[in-house]
């Protein structure tokens, strides 16, 4: 028996427009992503879902709210899933970063899983977590389909996980806005079944 898990990216924000550091700033989706969220819950009104999980920032649970009711569910928050703590460099565009940690930016390009952010957390902390979280759900959901709701790093670095790489190759991995990623637990080893769909959102 497997655990099917549907994985989701939020939709789009207006700090994903200017691209700053959100982490977890509580920043709500704009009206392009409530679109995506609700194309996003229309693409998978046919699964089998039983569960709908989202980290705990409103751009998630937004996202989560129409696929779940959809399926008569209600939206389970869960802290696992909640974005990087990007500390000091929340709310700062690229640029800023690179200006104010020269050296912390630098890594971030070339080696993220050797940054561990001021004041915020590091990759590794990152996929302890989330994959906790995942491994005991996956524990207690066998032979059902679930849907996890999160946020672009945090779902390149499950991805990481899942696909047997290190945290450094989240850079290869691409997370769009409203993405659906799939992948099952079975057997004690991970199946991944698709990456990065946004078929939905054309």
Same mark, same amino acid.
């Given at each position: 028996?497997?655990?099917?898990?549907?994985?989701?990216?939020?939709?789009?924000?207006?700090?994903n427009?200017?691209?700053?550091?959100?982490?977890?700033?509580?920043?709500?989706?704009? =009206?392009?992503?409530?679109?995506?969220?609700?194309?996003? *819950?229309q693409?998978l009104? /046919? %699964?089998? $879902? #039983?569960? &709908?999980?989202?980290?705990?920032?409103?751009?998630?649970?937004?996202?989560?709210?129409?696929?779940?009711?959809?399926?008569?569910?209600?939206?389970?928050?869960?802290?696992?899933?909640?974005?990087?703590?990007?500390?000091?460099?929340?709310?700062?565009?690229?640029?800023?970063?690179?200006?104010?940690?020269?050296?912390?930016?630098?890594?971030?390009?070339?080696?993220?899983?050797?940054?561990?952010?001021?004041?915020?957390?590091?990759?590794?902390?990152?996929? =302890?977590?989330?994959?906790?979280?995942?491994?005991?759900? *996956?524990?207690?959901?066998t /032979? %059902?389909? $679930? #849907?996890l &709701?999160?946020?672009?790093?945090?779902?390149?670095?499950?991805?990481?996980?899942v696909?047997?790489?290190?945290?450094?190759?989240?850079?290869?991995?691409e997370?769009d806005?409203?993405?659906?990623?799939?992948?099952e637990?079975?057997?004690?080893?991970?199946?991944?079944?698709?990456?990065?769909d946004?078929?939905?959102l054309?």
């Amino acid at each position: 028996m497997s655990t099917h898990f549907i994985l989701v990216r939020h939709g789009q924000t207006e700090w994903n427009l200017v691209e700053r550091y959100r982490g977890r700033a509580d920043i709500a989706l704009n =009206d392009t992503g409530r679109e995506q969220a609700r194309r996003v *819950a229309q693409r998978l009104a /046919g %699964e089998p $879902i #039983v569960a &709908v999980y989202a980290g705990p920032l409103q751009r998630t649970l937004a996202t989560a709210e129409p696929i779940a009711a959809a399926k008569g569910l209600a939206v389970q928050p869960l802290a696992g899933l909640i974005d990087i703590d990007f500390g000091v460099w929340q709310g700062l565009t690229p640029a800023e970063a690179a200006a104010r940690h020269p050296g912390d930016y630098n890594l971030w390009l070339n080696r993220p899983d050797q940054v561990h952010f001021p004041d915020g957390e590091s990759l590794g902390q990152v996929r =302890d977590r989330a994959m906790g979280a995942i491994y005991d759900l *996956a524990e207690g959901h066998t /032979g %059902e389909t $679930i #849907v996890l &709701v999160s946020h672009k790093i945090v779902n390149k670095v499950i991805l990481c996980a899942v696909l047997g790489l290190s945290n450094n190759a989240i850079w290869r991995i691409e997370q769009d806005n409203a993405a659906i990623n799939r992948f099952e637990f079975q057997d004690g080893a991970w199946l991944v079944l698709s990456l990065n769909d946004t078929c939905h959102l054309n």
